[in-house]
């Protein structure tokens, strides 16, 4: 099984356990709610393996450093 594979596997298990939880609640804002646990988690294990080095968590992340400043600022890593 590739990586991949095993996060998505990861991530519709939560799910279908916040909807187990519901018992049969109405669900809201899931998808901002899923990208936003998801995307927290990534960055901060990121930065907990770079030892917070910006630059090398930017790499690794495929992303610009001031995008990546702007989610530490978003998620109060900073």
Do not use: C, P
């Not at 590739?2 to 998808?31: M, P, T």
């Amino acid at each position: 099984m590739s990586k991949s594979s095993d996060i998505k596997d990861a991530v519709k298990h939560s799910i279908e356990a916040y909807f187990k939880d519901l018992e049969g609640e109405n669900a809201h804002g899931v998808y901002g709610m899923v990208i936003e646990s998801v995307e927290k988690a990534l960055f901060e294990e990121i930065l907990r393996r770079t030892e917070g080095n910006q630059s090398e968590a930017a790499l690794m992340l495929g992303i610009n450093r001031n995008t990546l400043r702007a989610k530490m600022k978003k998620f109060k890593f900073l």
